[in-house]
């Protein structure tokens, strides 16, 4: 009986095995472009423009930042990558996530390690720093909640948490053509990865 094709290919010229992924088949062009046209909210947001994972990154490494001003540039590229997985496997909102079961994050761990050791990570993330990005995330998510995807704020307090007022200024989200996201997200790792 014949497996069934695991990997997939990538605009790099890379086949990335999901099943077994090795640093060497991962690039940052790969990731910039996946994320940028993956839709968070599965595409139910506001605008002419999905609201890219890319985007949502690069919002989670800034909110990240300022939650933790002294975080080394290789936590703040961790941060920018906690999603780089859903380049080859997509966003899924959370209750998709529970139904799949645990099948999904034993995919997202490989595909994560894989990507931290190919950017000199550590394959897993010390969980005080997954605790910080995970604030900035659930931050992130709340902004885009109200902002994009219809939340009340009462809604978004409750499925979220409550938002810190100061760290909301400045931190009106607009929505992007995907090349144009692609470009700031390689730009970003580039220059923290450069600061390593």
Known sequence: MKQPR??????????LDLLDPTPVDIEV????????????????????????????????????????????????LTALLHDA???VIGDMISPVKVSVGPGYDDL??????????????????AS??????????KISAW???????GFSWA????LFGKVDATLMDSLTLHLRAPLEVRKDFTAKHVELLAQM
């Open 143 to 149: 902004l885009e909640a109200t902002q994009l995807a």
């Open 128 to 137: 005080m720093l997954k605790k910080q990005i995970k604030k900035a995330d």
């Open 6 to 15: 695991a990997w997939q290919r990538m605009l790099s010229g890379r086949r």
């Open 29 to 76: 062009e790969d990731i910039a472009h996946g994320l940028a046209f993956v839709a968070r909210w599965n595409g139910q947001t506001v605008g002419d423009f999905a609201y890219s994972v890319a985007e949502h990154s690069l919002l989670v490494e800034q909110i990240f930042w300022r939650l933790n001003p002294k975080a080394t540039p290789a936590q703040r």
């Open 155 to 158: 809604e978004a307090d409750r």
């Open 85 to 87: 997985p859903e380049y």
């Open 108 to 125: 997202d761990k490989r595909l994560a390690a894989a990507i931290h050791i190919r950017f000199g990570l550590p394959a897993v993330t």
